[in-house]
Nanobody, 121 residues
């Protein structure tokens, strides 16, 4: 089994910062893409940022320049540093990991339970 444990959400004022963390544990062979998605009430889940095992990154246009994604392959963690937060960043944020559980297995995708981020004065 694979577990993704997220932390770091909360309430912050506009212009403030938060850091989200996600740790993967359990039985797996290798982690590949690791990322963050978010879903606001009444909206579809959307990609926020993703980081490849190589360190290459991709961001949603709406967060480019404000958010930074990073990973630690030794610790199996992925972080999202969020700055200059806006009310429209309010959403539940989900960690997403693509991994193989054994050598030569096809990859599978796992989701965290979600952590709430609220940006409000």
């Amino acid at each position: 089994q694979v577990q993704l444990v997220e932390s770091g959400g909360g309430l912050v004022q506009p212009g403030g910062s938060l850091r989200l963390s996600c740790a993967a544990s359990g039985s797996f062979y290798r982690l590949y893409g690791m990322g963050w998605y978010r879903q606001a009430p009444g909206k579809q889940r959307e990609l926020v940022a993703v980081v490849a095992r190589s360190g290459d990154t991709k961001y949603a246009d709406s967060v480019q320049g404000r958010f930074t994604i990073s990973r630690d392959n030794a610790k199996n963690t992925v972080d999202l540093q969020m700055s200059s937060l806006k009310p429209e960043d309010t959403a539940t944020y989900y960690c997403n990991v693509e991994l193989t559980q054994r050598l030569f297995d096809r990859t599978n995708v796992y989701w965290g339970q979600g952590t709430q981020v609220t940006v409000s004065s």
